[in-house]
């Protein structure tokens, strides 16, 4: 049996699943998200004009907006290897 973990993007999260950051990243508003950063994913958005992917998650008994742009030149790396950035808990 393997043990390795799936790797995935950052649009195929789980509503409902905790995520903690493992490796920090900055998102498209500038806003770094720290090594033991802690959510709850509750959705997400993603608006195709401007390739923007928005994540809504419950971080400290708030709702937060992560906004991210799917593009090579901005976070697109991050949101296709999210599994290297975030894992569930």
Avoid at 32 to 48: M, N, V
Wanted: with cysteine.
């Amino acid at each position: 049996m393997s043990t390795a973990k799936q790797r995935f993007t950052a649009a195929d999260l789980i509503r409902g699943q905790n995520y903690i950051v493992k490796n920090s990243f900055e998102d498209y508003d500038g806003a770094i998200h720290r090594i033991g950063e802690q959510w709850c994913f509750i959705g997400k958005d993603f608006l195709p004009y401007d390739d923007g992917l928005s994540l809504f998650v419950e971080m400290n008994e708030q709702k937060v907006q992560i906004r991210l742009q799917w593009r090579d030149e901005t976070q697109g790396k991050i949101i296709n290897n999210f599994s290297n950035y975030v894992q569930e808990t």
